[in-house]
């Protein structure tokens, strides 16, 4: 993963950890790596791979079960929730640099409505 210097890396470390869960590739109840793997999977300090999963219990998207690790939550409308936050956060996005181009709501919608027609 590169990271961006701009965001703090936790936060890239979350954001790609959510967009797992989001999407299916990590399951509801799967086992998450320990500590100290995800610090070696993202060549991160084990610090922050316990910060990831800190915030990661404190948005209810896995829970640390003592002495057998951490799991994705098996809550799947919490799951479902996420990626429609995840999804608003990137229409949010598109209407920015939209808007940025002096393009319209509407005439961003239609942009999107072409596409869909390609």
Do not use: H
Not at 24 to 42: F, I, M, N, V
Not at 83 to 106: H, K, N, W, Y
């Amino acid at each position: 993963m590169q990271f961006n210097p701009a965001t703090p890396i936790w936060m890239q470390i979350l954001s790609d950890i959510e967009t797992e869960i989001a999407t299916g590739r990590r399951l509801p109840g799967e086992k998450l790596p320990g500590g100290r793997d995800l610090a070696l999977q993202y060549d991160i300090n084990p610090n922050t791979a316990a910060r990831v999963y800190r915030e990661l219990e404190k948005k209810d998207l896995c829970e640390t079960r003592r002495g057998t690790g951490t799991f994705v939550t098996g809550d799947e409308q919490r799951i479902f929730t996420l990626r429609e936050e995840i999804a608003g956060q990137a229409v949010c996005q598109f209407l920015d640099v939209m808007e940025t181009l002096g393009i319209s709501r509407r005439e961003a919608s239609r942009w999107i409505l072409k596409e869909d027609d390609a």
